[in-house]
């Protein structure tokens, strides 16, 4: 069933087809080193452990459209400090990569999880971090409690237009005082009749320039034990504090916005009332797990690019390649991402199965985070001073890759649910909740 359905895309306009690649001036990057280069050669279903042609025949579409509509334009989006989400939405929404995962019935290919660990694999070969990880906010992070918990209607006037590109939406999460620590969110959503009225504000919220809706979290109850529910919202009628500089991510818009009594129908409430504290848990798997592939494809490019450039560039009458310090460093740099590549396809098939794998999603995560900066930290430092413009990928991808330890969980909370699932937290072991 799952090859018929893909076999009908790939005849159909739901698969993305090559037709003319964009031209422009080659920027100083591509004159150095942007030639992208294999490391091996190119892996076949029969070789992956969870990949099928299927997913290569995805993921080829992809590489395609993001050659063609996303890589030409990136350098221009970055200089700009925001991408057109509509467009590129539309144009990912049209081609079916924006609902891999999400039922048929409203518009997605109703395929597996790891199909959307395949496409996020794929969009780490966009040449920046902002425009992936919008998407992955999208696809990943708004949309996910949506189809599995939301109202028929709620589907339709949301989950629709979010799959097919025709809206873009953000989440609602993160406050000043709340990052890592979801519990600790102040928003309140207060019923009066068949409304809540919600007070409060949100802080870095990814796509929040160019939002149609969002799925916010917040408190609808009082005393101690504040309930937290899962609420869409017309972004429109919510007012947008300010556009955040950031250290990274330029090419994506994050804003903070505030509620003053803004009023929201009940029916709006995403399955339970008091239940999005949970919801919001359980997609960290799968937002920890997209991020992590997505960010393995960037790594593979940055030091196949530091390969080609160190061959180039000479010093003291040799290339800086054939330095035992550069390539062995480099030959550790890669099996350490064969490492997190094995661990995310590991997760990920036990996960497809119906297994918990927060434990492994975490550690994942965490090693993610931490190998992005090494990687970052020790290319750039081959590529001497042109490492420190922003001229070439290596540069961005330090800057970017820099949240990988933060969002979504920062590091210190992943050491800390692999310390509970390893029954070494105290007073906070698996066995004790």
């Not at 790939?10 to 037709?19: A, C, E, N, Q």
């Not at 080829?60 to 467009?87: C, M, T």
């Not at 460093?329 to 497809?352: D, F, H, K, N, P």
Request: glycine letters at 10%; a neutral charge.
């Amino acid at each position: 069933m799952r090859a018929l359905r893909l076999n009908v895309l790939v005849r159909s306009r739901h698969f993305y087809k090559l037709t003319s690649l964009g031209g422009g001036v080659r920027s100083l990057t591509e004159k150095v080193s942007s030639k992208q280069v294999k490391s091996s050669a190119p892996e076949t279903a029969a070789d992956h452990l969870i990949y099928t042609q299927e997913h290569f025949a995805l993921k080829e579409s992809l590489r395609k459209l993001i050659d063609q509509e996303i890589n030409p334009y990136v350098d221009q989006w970055e200089a700009e400090g925001k991408f057109p989400a509509h467009k590129i939405f539309k144009i990912l929404g049209n081609a079916g990569f924006l609902g891999v995962n999400k039922p048929v019935e409203y518009g997605g290919l109703g395929l597996d999880f790891s199909f959307s660990v395949a496409v996020a694999e794929e969009l780490g070969n966009i040449r920046c971090g902002g425009i992936p990880m919008a998407i992955g906010v999208q696809t990943d992070m708004t949309t996910p409690a949506l189809a599995r918990f939301g109202s028929d209607e709620l589907k339709r006037e949301f989950l629709l237009p979010s799959i097919s590109g025709d809206k873009v939406a953000c989440l609602g999460v993160s406050e000043v005082g709340a990052g890592s620590d979801v519990s600790s969110i102040k928003t309140k959503a207060v019923r009066k009749g068949d409304e809540y009225v919600i007070n409060g504000g949100k802080m870095w919220t990814t796509s929040g320039t160019q939002a149609d809706w969002m799925c916010l979290l917040a408190n609808t109850s009082d005393g101690h034990f504040l309930q937290k529910s899962t609420i869409c919202d017309s972004f429109p009628r919510v007012h947008i504090a300010r556009k955040i500089d950031k250290l990274g991510m330029w090419s994506s818009d994050t804003a903070e916005v505030f509620f003053d009594d803004v009023h929201v129908p009940c029916k709006n409430v995403i399955g339970q009332e008091g239940m999005g504290f949970t919801y919001q848990m359980l997609q960290f798997q799968e937002e920890r797990l997209w991020a992590v592939a997505n960010i393995l494809t960037t790594m593979d490019n940055v030091i196949q690019e530091t390969i080609q450039y160190t061959r180039q560039r000479k010093i003291f009458k040799q290339p800086v390649l054939h330095h035992q310090a550069v390539h062995f460093r480099l030959a550790e740099l890669q099996t350490e991402v064969e490492l997190l590549r094995s661990l995310l396809y590991r997760a990920t098939a036990l996960y497809i199965k119906g297994n918990d794998v927060t434990k492994l999603a975490s550690m994942a995560k965490l090693k993610g985070g931490r190998l992005a900066r090494e990687v970052g930290d020790s290319c750039l430092q081959y590529w001497g001073g042109m490492g420190y413009t922003s001229d070439v990928l290596v540069s961005r991808f330090y800057r970017d890759s820099r949240l990988m330890s933060i969002g979504a969980g920062a590091d210190e909370v992943m050491l800390g649910i692999i310390c509970k699932y390893m029954d070494t937290l105290p007073g906070k072991s698996c066995n004790e909740r």
